[in-house]
């Protein structure tokens, strides 16, 4: 096999796993594994094997706040904090601190 075909390949192989792998997260998150829906909020935040967008970002790491996963509450402030919305930052920043998420903690005392 010349160098080409491996690394076209490594290619389909890996794209078919991360699409794969988002199903699963999607499925997890489905079925209340906050953390799935935190990682998932990640990859559409960034853009991460997925087309980005920060409305399916944002109601990810809602759902995983609203379930007192303090690492997602601090990914919304992140969010927040970018679009200039300091009050709605703060917010988030707070509740993540309040579930003892060591960076919400961290952010919340920026401001």
Do not use: H, P, W
């Not at 192989?13 to 699409?19: I, L, M, Q």
């Not at 079925?31 to 909020?41: A, E, I």
Request: glycine share 6%.
């Amino acid at each position: 096999m010349n160098k080409v075909t491996f690394l076209l390949a490594s290619l389909v192989f890996s794209s078919s796993v991360y699409a794969t792998n988002v199903k699963e997260l999607e499925s997890s998150c489905n079925d209340g594994f906050l953390n799935s829906c935190t990682d998932l909020g990640q990859m559409y935040e960034q853009g991460q094997f997925v087309k980005r967008d920060y409305s399916k970002a944002s109601a990810l790491y809602s759902v995983a706040c609203n379930n007192s996963y303090g690492e997602a509450c601090n990914r919304l402030g992140l969010l927040y904090s970018l679009k200039g919305n300091r009050e709605k930052a703060i917010k988030y920043y707070r509740i993540g601190c309040s579930f003892n998420d060591k960076f919400a903690c961290t952010n919340l005392s920026r401001y």
